[in-house]
């Protein structure tokens, strides 16, 4: 079964600084890996999906790497700002067109 | 509007109760999916439909059935609610567009608690 590990649970930054998050999967069979963002008690939004063909994935401030042979996936976010604080998760669709989804870092951005 | 409608947002029920959880989206997607979210289990799949006819339990179905009742509503339904079954749901959509694997799209939520 796919394991999906996201590390660190937690992460504080002052603002302005950039960061990156991690997700490693167990399982390189995968169709393609999402990022989404949840604010507390709220839906997931989609950030970046990276198909398995595709090695980087980038929207404004964010800039997403896929792995795929070594199981790993990063977000990078570029000058973090307040509004950034939220929980991001990371979820792989595997070649049985199941997701599966780590537990997410909590970020939070501090003025 | 959302594309991806879940209702009620938020519901209190009690114990033994049947409660029915409702998915409507506009994406015109042929997957639909059912999760759970709780505090340090991250998000486990009850159930999935690839379309109107295809319907398959996930990891965690025990308890909850589904009804695909068109391609756009997918219906969750706890036949006699249990207080472990308090937490967050996520109704998602899918597709598969042309060999690639299309974005999961989620709805706001829906809130039960048992008590």
């Known amino acids: 079964k796919q394991e999906v590990t996201q590390i660190p649970a937690a992460l504080s930054v002052p603002e302005g600084e950039n960061l990156v998050l991690n997700c490693s999967f167990t399982?390189?069979?995968?169709?393609?890996l999402q990022w989404f963002r949840q604010d507390p008690g709220k839906g997931l939004t989609s950030l970046l999906l990276?198909?398995?063909?595709?090695r980087e994935q980038t929207s404004g401030r964010l800039n997403a790497s896929l792995d795929k042979s070594s199981g790993r996936s990063t977000l990078y976010i570029a000058a973090s700002q307040p509004g950034d604080s939220a929980t991001y998760l990371c979820?792989?669709?595997?070649?049985?067109?199941?997701?599966?989804f780590g537990t997410g870092t909590s970020l939070t951005v501090i003025p | 509007d959302a594309d991806v409608t879940q209702t009620p947002r938020n519901r209190i029920t009690k114990t033994g109760k049947r409660i029915m959880l409702e998915c409507s989206q506009t994406?015109?997607?042929?997957?639909m999916y059912w999760y759970r979210q709780d505090p340090g289990l991250g998000l486990r799949l009850i159930y999935y439909?690839?379309?109107?006819?295809?319907?398959n339990k996930g990891e965690i179905s025990d308890g909850y059935s589904v009804s695909r009742q068109a391609q756009a509503k997918f219906s969750l339904s706890l036949e006699s609610a249990i207080p472990n079954q308090t937490a967050l749901y996520f109704c998602?959509?899918?597709?598969?567009?042309?060999?690639?694997?299309?974005?999961?799209?989620f709805g706001e939520g829906s809130r039960l608690t048992v008590l």
């Open positions: 399982d390189s069979a995968i169709y393609n």
């Open positions: 998602a959509t899918s597709d598969w567009n042309r060999g690639e694997a299309g974005e999961l799209f």
């Open positions: 979820a792989v669709r595997n070649t049985g067109n199941q997701f599966y």
């Open positions: 439909s690839f379309d109107v006819k295809d319907i």
């Open positions: 990276i198909q398995s063909s595709q």
């Open positions: 994406k015109g997607h042929d997957r």
